[in-house]
C-alpha cells in the first residue's frame, strides 16, 4: 500500500493535533488547579507504564538467525536487577546499556 504526499500529511497533521489536544486538556485546561489525589496517584505511574511498554518490541525482536537475541535479553535482566537493587530509573537504564554494549568490548 502506497500514500501520496496529502495523505502522509494528514496523518502527519492529524496524529500532531490529537497529541497536543492530550496534552493540553491536562496542561492547559488544569495547569493553575491542583489535581485531585487519586488522579495524582495514578499519574505516578505513568513513566513505569510506558517504559516497559517502549522497550518489549526492541527486547524481543529477532536476532538474524530468526530466534531471540541473548544479548537483549541479558541487557534487560541486567536493567531490571540494577533496577530493583538501586530503586534509579538512571541506574537502571544505564546498566542496561552497560550490559548491551559491554560484550562487543571482550
Known amino acids: 500500500m ?13 496524529l500532531g493535533a490529537g497529541t497536543f489536544l492530550l ?11 491542583p489535581f485531585p489525589d487519586w488522579l495524582q496517584r495514578h499519574l505516578r505511574y505513568t513513566a513505569a ?6 522497550a518489549m518490541p526492541i527486547v524481543l525482536q529477532h536476532a538474524p ?3 531471540l537475541d541473548p544479548l537483549r535479553l541479558m541487557a534487560a535482566g541486567a536493567t531490571i536487577v540494577v533496577g530493583m537493587i538501586t530503586r534509579s530509573t538512571l541506574a537502571a537504564i544505564l546498566g542496561g ?9 571482550f
Open 23 to 33: 496534552r493540553f486538556s491536562f496542561l492547559g485546561l488544569m495547569g493553575n488547579r
Open 49 to 54: 507504564a510506558v517504559l516497559p511498554g517502549l
Open 2 to 14: 502506497s500514500y501520496g504526499k496529502l495523505e502522509i500529511w494528514g496523518i502527519i497533521l492529524a
Open 65 to 67: 538467525d530468526g530466534g
Open 97 to 105: 546499556g552497560v550490559a548491551l554494549v559491554l560484550p562487543y568490548f
